[in-house]
C-alpha cells in the first residue's frame, strides 16, 4: 500500500445516481467507517447533485494505514441502500505525500471596512504560485463566521493560480470572518498554509 506522513488527504467518493435527500452531515459524521483516521468534511462536487462528493480525511498517525469502508447493505437514505456487491465497499489507502513538504502564506486584501449583511467580495493571495490547485481547493480551506461562502474566483492570468476572489455574504449585525489555519493542506499539492491569516468585516453601525 501507499504510505502518508499524517497529513490530511481528499478522495472522491461517487454513487451510482444522486442520492435524494442526502446531507452532508450524514456522509460526513455516520455513513463511512473510518479505520485509521476520521472523516473531517464532506463536499458536494456538484452543486445541487448528492452522486459525487469530495470526502476530506486526517489520518491518526504518520505510521497507521487508513481504510474507509462504505458497506453493503447501508441506508444511504431513505429508499437508497448499498447493493450487495463489490462496488458497494470503498477502501481508500492513504495517498503518497512528500515528507518536505513545502509552504506557502496566505494574504488577505481589500475587505470593505464594515458590512449591511450583504454580499462583500475580498481578495485572497498565495505566497506561490501552486500548480494545481481549485476554487473548491481553495474553498476547503477556508474557515467562516457570522456568513457563508458564495463563490471562490480565480483572478489570475493564464495559468497563475495566486490570486483569488472570495464572494461571501455576511450575517446582519454581526462581525464577519474568514479564517485559514496554520498547516491547513491546500489541496493535493503537497503544500501546506505557513501561518494562520485572518479577515474581519464589522457590521455597519
Not at 20 to 44: F, I, P, Q, T, W
Not at 109 to 123: D, F, L, Q, R, T
Request: charged residues 20%.
Amino acid at each position: 500500500p501507499f504510505s502518508h506522513n499524517g497529513s490530511d488527504l481528499t478522495f472522491e467518493l461517487r454513487f451510482s445516481e444522486s442520492v435524494n435527500g442526502l446531507s452532508y452531515v450524514v456522509v460526513r459524521d455516520s455513513l463511512l467507517d473510518a479505520d485509521g483516521g476520521e472523516v473531517l468534511k464532506a463536499k458536494r462536487i456538484v452543486s445541487g447533485s448528492n452522486q459525487r462528493w469530495r470526502i476530506t480525511l486526517r489520518p491518526n498517525s504518520d505510521s497507521e494505514n487508513v481504510v474507509v469502508t462504505l458497506s453493503r447493505g447501508t441506508e444511504v437514505a431513505t429508499g437508497y441502500t448499498m447493493v450487495n456487491d463489490v462496488t458497494a465497499t470503498i477502501r481508500v489507502v492513504a495517498m503518497q505525500m512528500d515528507s518536505s513538504t513545502s509552504t506557502a502564506t496566505v494574504r488577505f486584501s481589500g475587505a470593505p471596512s464594515n458590512h449591511e449583511g450583504c454580499k462583500v467580495s475580498i481578495s485572497m493571495i498565495l505566497s506561490e504560485n501552486i500548480s494545481g490547485i481549485t476554487a473548491a481547493d481553495v474553498e476547503d480551506m477556508l474557515s467562516v463566521t457570522n456568513g457563508r461562502i458564495l463563490d471562490v474566483v480565480s483572478t489570475s492570468s493564464g495559468n497563475n493560480n495566486q490570486y483569488w476572489r472570495i464572494d461571501a455574504v455576511a450575517t446582519l449585525f454581526l462581525k464577519f470572518g474568514i479564517t485559514v489555519a496554520e498547516d491547513t493542506a491546500i489541496g493535493s499539492s503537497g503544500y501546506t498554509v505557513e501561518s494562520e491569516a485572518t479577515v474581519e468585516v464589522m457590521p455597519h453601525q
